[in-house]
């Protein structure tokens, strides 16, 4: 039987900060500007809600490699160990990055291509200096993110509150921070929407692991001109 639940979609665009994009930023991927005027469409459709995420980091922060001392403090090669906060007595191996979306920089900004006057709220993400934190849903731990938990929005109590049923996913990068927003958003039982050809990712090998992890969650693999866009088209 079919539901009949209304359909109630929400877009969330993950991580189009300057950071993230050429020319200039400290984990810039390639293609990663040429994103806007796609997403910007998208922004133009009847979602119930729209949000941006961005990293929001302090200078501080534990994933930084400059923060630790070397040799053993290369980017993307060494890992650190960080503790849960939530559990003392658990600790995870996390991939060192270059400095990046510093709380109040240059490259924490979203684009300016973007037309970031149409989002609903933005929910910045790993505040806490000490947790690496990919989704606005949960950190590396899966404790639930929110004010005072590395977030400074509980965007699932935002996305329930609004009654979305829906969630559809892109932006930077497919292989890490969106990817982790999909999955923290089916977690927390909403259906996803993975638009694959609205992400750019940092390993394109990885990311063809991120499908086949999603896709066995249940999440939909779809894209700009596929049935899942056309559906929320088809709501104005």
Known sequence: MASTTPFKPALLVVDMQEDFCPPNGSLAVDGGRDLASSIN??????FALKVATRDWHPASHASFASNHPGPDNEPFKHKT??????????????????AHCVQDSAGAQIIPELHADAFDVVV??????????????NDIFGNEAGPGCGA????????????????????????????????GARRMGFEVVFLRDLVRSVDEGQE???????????IVVGSEKGAEVKRVEGMA
């Open 41 to 46: 469409h998208l922004l133009s459709l009847p």
């Open 81 to 98: 160990a960080l503790t849960n906060p939530a559990n003392p007595s658990e600790t995870k191996q996390s991939i060192l990055w270059p």
């Open 124 to 137: 910045d993400k790993g505040m806490h200096a000490g947790v690496e934190m990919y989704s606005a849903f």
């Open 152 to 183: 400074s929005v509980d965007l699932t109590g935002l996305l329930r509150e609004k009654g979305v049923n829906c969630v559809y996913v892109c932006g930077l990068t497919g292989d890490v921070c969106v990817f982790e927003n999909a999955m």
């Open 208 to 218: 063809e692991e991120c499908v086949r992890k999603m896709e066995g969650v249940g």
